[in-house]
């Protein structure tokens, strides 16, 4: 029963970190690291996909290892987030959601300029393994 709550948690978390992906005031990166720690204590098999995953593997691995995103993620993570927020200020009521659509922008340019930033890892560097981040 435990096993079963905390993968439906992870794939509840794992819905919500992808709409937060699209919606501006949503983080997804709360929500894909607790996506990954449910699914390290319910399923091997969804925890290696979320693990290996070309775009949220990285993410997770980094805070994991607590080393920081590399400028590359920062910059893609930026520029999506303000292209979100720039249409969060045109098209809702202003003046308030241009106020918070600054804030919130202020805010996350802030967290990512002043954050670690890691090394690029070299050229075919060393493969993600299930070993790595599976839980027991």
Do not use: N
Not at 114 to 124: C, K, Y
Request: with cysteine; hydrophobic share 50%; aromatic share 12%.
């Amino acid at each position: 029963m435990k096993r079963r709550l905390y993968l439906i948690a992870g794939f509840i978390s794992l819905g919500i970190g992808l709409l937060g992906m699209v919606l501006p005031l949503l983080d997804t990166t709360p929500f894909l690291l607790f996506a990954a720690f449910c699914f390290s204590r319910s399923s091997a098999r969804w925890h290696r996909w979320l693990m290996t995953h070309p775009i949220f593997g990285p993410y997770i691995k980094a805070f994991q290892e607590r080393r920081g995103l590399t400028m590359k993620q920062k910059l893609r993570i930026g520029g999506l987030t303000s292209i979100m927020l720039a249409g969060t200020a045109w098209l809702g009521p202003a003046p308030i959601s241009f106020r918070i659509a600054v804030s919130v922008w202020i805010i996350g340019m802030g967290f990512l300029c002043l954050s670690r930033t890691a090394q690029e890892p070299p050229v075919g560097g060393v493969p993600i393994q299930e070993k790595d981040y599976i839980r027991h």
